[in-house]
Structures are given as C-alpha cells and as structure tokens.
C-alpha cells in the first residue's frame, strides 16, 4: 500500500508491538458474517484467542514481523558485482488432518489431492484464472515460488499418504483451536517445526477458515471448513466457496500476509505492509467487474478484490503480489526454515518410475536460423534408475517428433540431451518437450514430465544504422523482451523522455522482486563489412537509497553483445550505483520521473566485436527495489571500409527540439564530400544539401512545413557517418 522505509523496519520491538495491540485489540471477538452469513476467515479472532492464552503474544508477533521487515530490505538488495540475491524455490511439506463427523465430511485422499495442485497452482501463478488478472494488475501479479507436498514420511520415517483421517464425537470446532487437539476431539499435530499442518472439519457458526502467523507454535498451522477443500476442476460442497480459494487464502496468514484492507474497519488507515496493493476501505464479497473502486481509492484502477488476501469468491481470486512474494519469502527465511529444510527428507519421490522434462537449453530467446537445434536437460524424478524413455518435441501445435533416449540416470540425476534438428519460420514461437514410457511403463507423476519455452527467430539480419527512439507504438519494435517472472519489465512510458514523447523505463520503485532480471535484445545486426561501429543511448537514474550509508543497495544496467546467436556475451558496459546516476542528489525516497537535462549520453564501442554477420545487442537490468530506470535515443551505427572512421562525435544538431529550422554542424576538416539528408520515420527524404569539406561546416535546413514529429539526420562523408535525430515542436 506504499513503500517501506527502513525506518519502518528499524521500528523497535515496543513500537511494533503497540502497533499490533493499537490495530487489533478493537475489533470484536466474534467475527462478523457477510450479509449470507459466511464467515471468510477468522484470523483475527483466532489472533485474539492466542493472546488470551498467551500474554506474550504481541511481543513475539513483533519480533516476528521486526525479522520479516528486515528480510525484505536484505531480499530487495543487490550485490554491486551484479550478481543480486535472487528469490529461493521453497518446497513445503504438509499434513493434511481430516477431522469428520459422519460420512459427508470425510473429505476424500482425491479430493485433499486436488486442494493441494489447486494451492499449487495458486501460488506458482499457473492457476488456470490467471488471465483473468485485469491487465493494470498484471504487472505485479507474481509467481510466488513457494509449493507445497505431501508428505511422503510421518515423523517416524514410515511411509504415509500425507492425509490423516480421525473420526470424531465433535459436532462442530470453532477458533479455540480444538479441531488440533486429540483431547477435544481434533486431532493432534505431527512436529511443527518440520511440517505445515493443515485440519479440515466442520466449523461452525458460518465460519470457512482461520490461518496463524509465525512464530512457529504448538497451534502453528491452518484450519479450513471441510465443504471448502476441493479445485477449480474438483470442487467441495459449498459453492461459490469450494474451489480451495479458502486454503489458498489461509495459508498466505501462514507466511504472515495480512488481509488486503489492512484490518481497519474501513477507515483507510489500515496496512497490510505491502507496497504494491492499492489501499482498500474493506473485505469485499462475491466478484466485482473491474475496475472497481470503494472510498479509500475512488478512482483510476480501483482496488484489488482478486487478491487471494481479500473475501472475494474462490472463483474471483487469482493473484499475489510482487510485494506479498516478499513478505512470504522473508517469513520462510527468517522463521519457518526447518520446516521448508524437512520436505527433502519427507517428500520423498512418489514413484519408482518419474522422468521429466526439468527445463529448456534451446530453443529459447533469440534464435538467429529457422533450423533449431533442440537441447533440454532431462531429469529423473523417481526412485528407479532410468534407462529409457520417449522425449516428445515440438513447436506451436505442431504434432510431436519424438526421440528415443536410452541412458543411465540415477534417482535425482539429469541430463542434458541435444534432439534432432528442426525448421519453423520467422517469427515468435513456444517449444514444448515432455517425456513418456520410462522405462517402457508408466510414469507415476505425469505432473512433471512437460515443460516449454518461448522464443524468437529473427528474420534476416538488419543493416546499421539501427535507431530507436521509443516513438513506435509497437513495444518494443525491433527488440525481444526477455521478462522471466511475468511481472514489471521495460515499458514504454511518456512520462519522461530525452528527446521525443517517450523512452521506456523499468518502474523499479514499485517493484519489490529483488534479483529479477530484465533484458531487450536487438534482432540480429549485420557487422560482418563494418570497420568499426558504437553504440549510444540516453540513460536516466536515480538511487532510492544513500550509496554512503553502510548497507546500500542500487540497480544496475548491463550493456552485452553477443556475436554468436546468443551461445555468449561479452559485457562492454556495466554501471551501478553512483556510476549510473544522472542527477544530484544522487538518491531521493520519491520516485524518480527526469527532466530533459537529467539524463547523460552512454557511447559504447563496438568495434572489439567486429566483423560479426549477426550481432546480438542486449539491455540487460537487474532489479533491487530503488528507484526508476530510463533509456531512449538508441543509435547503433557502423562504420564500412578499411580507412573510415566513425564521425558521430563530431556532428551536432540544433536547436532540439526545433520550430523548424534545423543547423547541423560538423566539426571536423579535410573530410571530402559531405552528403546530409533529412528523412522522416517513414524514411522518405525530406531535404538534402552536400559539401565537399575542408575546413567546419554548418548545413542549414528549413523544415518549417513539415508537420511534427521525429526526423532524423544522416551524415555520410568518405571518412566515416553519423545518423542524429531532430525532433520538430511547434
């Protein structure tokens, strides 16, 4: 709901404690009904019954949430070499309690089966739902590389189903945490500091769920209604609320989300600590059309009623946050590891026989030839060495080409396999490969057996010069954007330009996923008769944080070049911290929105890489949640022939922008024949004069009736050229 200082996480335990006592000790006991009478959650009033029963609750919730603050400050930082702290996977086993009175609530292993891969899917964001996201959202909607399993081993080491189902006398459970103790006709919890515990049982009063907060207790865990537990596919019994939205929702208390509202009451002062949901007035109910706004944000895109962590219907929900991933992330490094460390011991493989596409080599980003040499890494995910299998492959939705692997691979074991070759077309495609018959049978977890990736073939390579000005509607034109987690990327934006109405930006000062990278990647460019060639471009930055302060942090930008398809990079420009910044004060806590005169020209040599047939130039950003980031004006040009050199440096253009008269002075002798010339974007010559050059020369032009606009100035000599752009404003 707004960004988070580090004064806010430096808050001494007294303070953060008053402030959970000030947020919560008004809300009432009883949680209160929506007008069907369903209670959506009762976390709160669960929070009230463990602080009756333990008077230093608020102290050790606010240690925790002291811990979890600063975690996501070190989650958000980089390292100045440009190799950041990136997101972890976590994998977390769990026990599933199924706590029934009579056949109708005792939940079926299927049924518990299908509530897990709909959690599943909810928090690595391959929910079915997802595109329903409404795109303003999109960007910070995330993959929260948290999973969870089943476990395989109870705490004993004997093999389990990972469901446990007591029959009991009890007619209902409430939030007084019975439902967990076999003395009260609950069922007792397996270790909780090395499995998540989940109950469902007939809850009463309305009442669909309650989830805990760390710290890890003796309660630590989650409770949902029995009718809730079930998929979008295989749902429970309580519609609109048994698509296992509930257990999606609950869980998030687990890792120490707040509800979205912030638990205000509807006074828009509450805080769920999260910097990218919109400020929200209350729980909402049913499924609103967006955008929908309330009184605490009446306008623009309203609020966010399809986050897991508001009352929505299950089939409304669809999407975490970037910075929801961080608190969740933070809660598991900082207070929940040794149950996150378990599942490798008690989520063992479950089956003998589980081969599985593990990821994609190639194809993937820019491919410079219709002919593809596929290479995927083949993973044994069962317990029985593998020998054989069919690896299926194809592009788009081609049929399957299939290749026969024959091998050895040990439980846990991978393999990189190179498939035959393959032709497609120009253009963007997606490559999937799945595996099949290990070991001529059948694989017990087809879960894992498929994976794809997407990628480009560019067509023929383009002749320099190549010039960008972020003008083209069409983002990015010309470029392949690389965005690996779905989220914030490059974006054009006319919200701060160098010359032009726009430049494209990475907005890292709302994007909290620390360690993502970024890139645009040019399609190929034809070096192979160039002498010598440079790239410029423009760059706007400002820090988020003082670069003298003893722990700091900043983005950073890469410039590579690849001169071999993208197989490797060479990194001629590298720049972070104070050496990227364009403004002084070198940092501000606003977010940073340049003027004109607060960018700076980057000219970056590319003549070490030549000749290439088919140069790759990439932008490649690595995020650490400080502040926004700009480009624009990208030229790339070359020089051709043994005794030219490049003449950019010495051709100025001016004024710019211009009303209409346009002066472009070289500076520079003894250069021979000049030839200028005036194209619009359309590339259609506007005016022309030549000169041949012995001493510094001033070409005037009127460009007076010419409408506005982009125009760019080409300058080609015997000794070298040079393509400028002018930008007429009236």
Not at 99 to 108: H, I, S
Request: charged content about 10%.
């Amino acid at each position: 709901m707004k960004k988070i200082t580090f004064s806010v996480v430096l808050l001494g335990a007294g303070m953060v404690c008053s402030l959970f006592v000030n947020a919560q000790s008004v809300l009432p006991i009883q949680a209160p009904a929506n007008a069907e009478g369903i209670i959506r959650c009762a976390q709160v009033q669960h929070d009230n019954y463990l602080r009756s029963q333990d008077p230093n609750f608020d102290a050790k919730r606010a240690e925790v949430e002291k811990s979890i603050q600063e975690g996501v400050k070190k989650i958000i930082q980089s390292k100045k070499d440009g190799n950041p702290q990136t997101f972890a996977q976590y994998t977390i086993p769990i026990v599933f309690h199924v706590v029934y009175n009579g056949a109708g609530q005792n939940v079926t292993d299927a049924k518990v089966q299908a509530a897990i891969l709909q959690l599943n899917q909810d928090w690595s964001r391959t929910n079915s739902d997802a595109g329903n996201t409404p795109a303003p959202f999109q960007a910070v909607a995330v993959d929260m590389q948290i999973q969870f399993c089943l476990a395989t081993k109870d705490p004993s080491g004997n093999p389990t189903t990972g469901i446990v189902h007591k029959s009991t006398t009890a007619t209902s459970f409430t939030t007084n945490d019975f439902i967990k103790q076999s003395a009260n006709g609950g069922d007792d919890p397996w270790d909780v500091t090395k499995y998540l515990n989940i109950w469902c049982g007939n809850l009463g009063g309305g009442l669909l769920g309650y989830g805990q907060f760390p710290p890890i207790s003796s309660s630590y865990g989650t409770v949902v209604h029995y009718c809730t537990v079930g998929s979008l596919t295989n749902p429970g019994t309580c519609p609109p609320f048994g698509y296992g939205r509930t257990l999606s929702h609950e869980i998030g208390h687990c890792f120490n989300l707040y509800h979205i509202w912030g638990d205000d009451g509807g006074a828009c002062t509450g805080d769920d600590l999260v910097a990218d949901t919109p400020n929200q007035a209350d729980a909402t109910s049913g499924c609103y059309s967006f955008p929908h706004t309330d009184g605490c944000t009446p306008s623009g895109n309203g609020i966010m009623y399809m986050n897991y962590m508001d009352y929505s219907d299950d089939n409304c929900y669809n999407m975490f946050t970037a910075g929801q991933k961080a608190r969740c992330q933070s809660a598991i490094a900082n207070n929940l590891m040794s149950i996150a460390n378990n599942a490798v011991i008690v989520c063992g493989p479950a089956a003998a026989l589980d081969a599985g596409i593990n990821s994609i080599v190639s194809p993937s980003g820019i491919a410079c030839s219709t002919t593809l040499t596929p290479k995927v890494i083949l993973q044994n995910y069962g317990a029985t060495t593998l020998t054989s299998c069919t690896i299926n492959y194809k592009v788009d939705a081609n049929p399957n080409t299939q290749f026969s692997w024959t091998g050895s691979l040990a439980s846990a074991a991978s393999a990189t396999v190179t498939l035959p070759n393959m032709v497609t077309t120009a253009g963007t495609h997606t490559f999937t490969s799945s595996t099949s018959n290990p070991n001529a049978g059948t694989d017990g977890n087809p879960g894992n057996d498929q994976n794809t990736s997407t990628f480009t073939v560019a067509g023929a390579a383009q002749n320099p010069p190549v010039v960008d000005g972020i003008e083209s509607a069409t983002f990015p034109a010309g470029w392949t954007l690389n965005n690996p987690d779905a989220s914030a990327t490059w974006t054009r934006t006319d919200s701060a330009k160098k010359t032009g109405s726009y430049s494209m930006y990475m907005g890292n000062y709302w994007y909290s996923a620390s360690g993502q990278v970024d890139e645009l990647t040019s399609n190929p460019i034809s070096m192979q008769s160039a002498t010598s060639a440079q790239l410029t471009f423009q760059v706007a930055y400002q820090l988020y944080t003082d670069p003298n302060a003893a722990t700091n942090w900043s983005d950073t930008l890469k410039v590579q070049v690849s001169t071999d398809c993208g197989a490797t990079w060479s990194t001629p420009y590298f720049k972070y911290s104070s050496n990227l910044t364009t403004v002084t004060p070198v940092f501000s806590t606003a977010e940073f929105f340049p003027t004109t005169s607060q960018w700076r020209l980057e000219t970056v040599s590319l003549t070490p890489y030549l000749p290439a047939s088919t140069m790759l130039v990439k932008f490649r950003h690595t995020n650490d949640y400080e502040n926004n980031m700009y480009v624009d004006d990208i030229n790339i040009t070359s020089v051709v022939g043994i005794e030219e050199t490049d003449i950019n440096q010495y051709v100025s253009v001016y004024p710019n922008p211009s009303s209409g008269a346009v002066a472009v002075y070289i500076n520079a002798g003894d250069l021979g024949q000049a030839d200028v010339k005036i194209t619009n974007v359309l590339g259609e010559v506007i005016s022309q004069a030549s000169e041949n050059l012995s001493v510094q020369q001033k070409f005037s032009f009127d460009l007076s009736h010419q409408p506005q606009g982009m125009y760019f100035i080409n300058v080609k000599t015997p000794a070298g050229s040079a393509v400028k752009k002018v930008m007429l404003s009236r």
